[in-house]
């Protein structure tokens, strides 16, 4: 194969292929997908096939009106509408009223909507939605990843989808900047990325979130949290301890935010700060701030540290970090040591030794030149307790230990287990992990200071009752 002609199947097929029907004889032949297999032999479907030509009739008639933010949904579903109609009555193929009221509805989602995600943004059960490339999409229910037998028709389908989706929020996507975030209107996150980045076909990742937020109710149910442990960090919360939360990739750090948040009582004046506005706080002296990426002329940024160190001329009681990730972390420490107790963050960590090592990395990141010392000092006064989450290998998210900082031991920072998961329990027959948060026996010294806020907890909490 020539160079050129190398170049020309890697590129994949033009977004405004002439027929969709199939390649015009003297196209060149599409790229192997490399290390993809071919997809599944998709079911014949006698429909699909006018259905592509209603659909292809349609994109030359509304054109950029597809795209356009004018005249809202309902008149843009009404127009649609009214051109699938007019495109079917030159249609040669006969078809059954039930068929032509079905080709309007699959057209008109796929116009519209988005195609054949919408029954799975549909689908309550289906937390994550992700699409690596148009011929494969993977979902996660219950917690676990399955693929899907669904697919779009090719990339320029998958790119119109994408394009609806962030067009939506202002935002835009092509060759200069093929990576965005963008919303849909529930609120679920999304990402996509496309080519020349993503090399076999758009790839799309969308988060779910129910439509209720979880309530510490859900968590204790779904065995994430045992209900004393749920009274130890509603107390933690109320009696103002400085509190992290560690965890992987979606392992449910945001979720255990939001529902700690929760507890903080309704009086206390808090700013949360995120990159994505995914906490719903139910409080009414509530001040949020989304941090901002550049805009195209590399203007307008504004980060998350901006908003920390504006938050605290803010005059908060509580300050709530979405996530650190970088030097915003030094600032998160100066505020939970001046005066702000109660303030509330997630880091990406694995474990809550980890979560630790972490922080002081992001600490070097802010540019600032202190000794390894002075920021574990940092860390250790601000920081009060450590909750780990961790996505297990049964798909159930749960919290795995809940830590206290206890103080420094020469140059390191001490950590304190109060409650751990305990996987000696063995799985059942389901493959579901037994075990559950069980206290160490220790007493965490932190119930002084929340004593001083006035909140207690049961003595009998922590496994021994202490005998003095
Ligand atoms: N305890 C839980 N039980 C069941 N599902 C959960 C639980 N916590 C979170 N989820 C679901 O898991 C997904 C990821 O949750 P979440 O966004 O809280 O994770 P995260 O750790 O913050 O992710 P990221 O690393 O992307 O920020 C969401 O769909 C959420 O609804
Ligand atoms: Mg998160």
Known sequence: MGLNDYLAGRRGPEPSRPEPDGPAPDAPAPAPRHVRPEPAERPADA?????????????EVLGPQLYADVGGDDDLRRRVTETVEDVLTWEETPLTAADRTRVVADVTDEILGHGPLEPLLRDPDVTEIMVNGPDLIFIERGGRLTEVDAHFHDDAHLRRVIDRIVSRVGRHVDEASPMVDARLPDGSRVNAVVGPIALDGSLLTIRKFAKDPYTVDDLISFGTITAPVAELLDACVRGRLDMVISGGTGSGKTTTLNVLSGFIPPGDRVVTIEDAAELQLRQRHVLRLESRPRNTEGRGEVTIRDLVRNALRMRPDRIV???VRDGAALDMLQA???GHDGSLTTVHANTPRDALARLETMVLMA???LPARAIREQIASAIDVIIQVSRMKDGVRR???????TGMEGDIVTLQDIFVFDYRAGMDETGRYRGT??????????LEEIAKAGVTVPPGLFGHTAPW
């Open 437 to 446: 948060l069980v206290p160490t026996g220790l007493r965490p010294a932190f």
């Open 321 to 323: 970090v979405g996530e």
């Open 47 to 59: 429909l699909s096939a006018v259905r592509r030509r209603v659909h292809r009739s349609l994109l």
């Open 367 to 369: 540019g600032v030149d």
């Open 399 to 405: 919290i795995t230990h809940v830590s206290e900082v």
């Open 336 to 338: 939970m040591n001046t």
